[in-house]
Nanobody, 123 residues
């Protein structure tokens, strides 16, 4: 069993930045790959980024490449998503999740999920 708790969401203007955090507890965090997904109202949950358990490999969906950075601190059992140059289309509820697979871009590849944190970008 694992618990994931996201934080850091909020309301920002287009072009601004936010950093999301996801704190994990309940199992060996450093053994699992971690991902971020997002879901906008009326849309499917969408893969955003994933980081290898070692922190040395990352993978992004094309729409966020060059703007978002995923990182992790295994000593703190935390994964981060640094989001820069935010756009209105980045507005969504953002979820972190754990997976035994790398690269994993489907929600079904992930076994534990947080409750989400809302990011709203206004123009």
């Amino acid at each position: 069993q694992v618990q994931l708790v996201e934080s850091g969401g909020g309301l920002v203007q287009a072009g601004e930045s936010l950093r999301l955090s996801c704190a994990a507890s309940g199992r060996t965090f450093s053994s699992y790959h971690m991902g971020w997904f997002r879901q906008a109202p009326g849309k499917e949950r969408e893969f955003v980024a994933e980081i290898h358990w070692s922190g040395s490999l990352t993978y992004y969906t094309d729409s966020v490449k060059g703007r978002f950075t995923i990182s992790r601190d295994n000593a703190k059992n935390t994964v981060y998503l640094e989001m820069n140059s935010l756009k209105r289309e980045d507005t969504a509820n953002y979820y972190c999740a754990s997976s035994p697979l790398y690269v994993a871009t489907k929600a079904s590849d992930y076994d534990y999920w947080g409750q989400g944190t809302q990011v709203t970008v206004s123009s």
